[in-house]
């Protein structure tokens, strides 16, 4: 519809009144910006996760050299998808190990880990090892959340670290 209107002409009265209507919206979530330290950290936070999710994609692209494969522009975009594919994988792992770990914390009325956990961010990437050789085949073995999360619980409730179990 912007489109349409802004081909005419500039002096078009509803493409104004719908740029003024813009400036006015844009101006109140500034004044509500400024003026709200709730929504200030909850835009901070939002950002942080944006940029936690790009600092992934730019580890998982180190490993071949900071190159996306390919020659022509489908192959480069099939290498973008498949950063994006391997990350939202890695962060779906992550969540279901937090998941896990948090329904374990909370069974064990643990009001601290509870909090620990709660703070984790899922995008977390460093205790993945995105280097060596890896086979891709089919087998009947999966990897089974809960032991991974119990060992994981056994070693923070033993250590009461301040430590993600992740790392």
């Not at 493409?15 to 910006?33: C, W």
């Not at 009325?109 to 961010?121: A, H, P």
């Not at 086979?135 to 994981?152: G, L, P, S």
Request: charge should be positive.
């Amino acid at each position: 519809m912007i489109r349409k209107l802004s081909s005419y002409s500039k002096k078009n009265p509803t493409l104004k009144a719908l740029i003024e209507f813009d400036k006015m919206t844009m101006s109140i979530y500034m004044l509500n910006y400024i003026n709200d330290i709730d929504l200030r950290r909850r835009v901070s936070r939002a950002l942080n996760r944006g940029e936690a999710f790009h600092q992934l994609r730019a580890g998982i692209l180190q490993i071949s050299g900071k190159k996306l494969l390919g020659k022509t522009d489908k192959a480069y975009e099939i290498s973008n998808q498949c950063n994006k594919i391997l990350a939202c994988c890695i962060i779906y792992y992550n969540t279901s190990i937090l998941s896990e770990l948090l329904a374990k914390a909370e069974a064990a009325n643990d009001e601290v880990l509870c909090s620990q956990i709660k703070r984790f961010s899922p995008v977390a990437w460093q205790h993945i090892n995105l280097l060596g050789n890896f086979e891709f085949r089919h087998t009947d073995n999966v990897i089974d959340i809960q032991d991974v999360t119990k060992f994981a619980v056994e070693n923070s409730i033993n250590t009461k670290t301040t430590e993600s179990p992740l790392n």
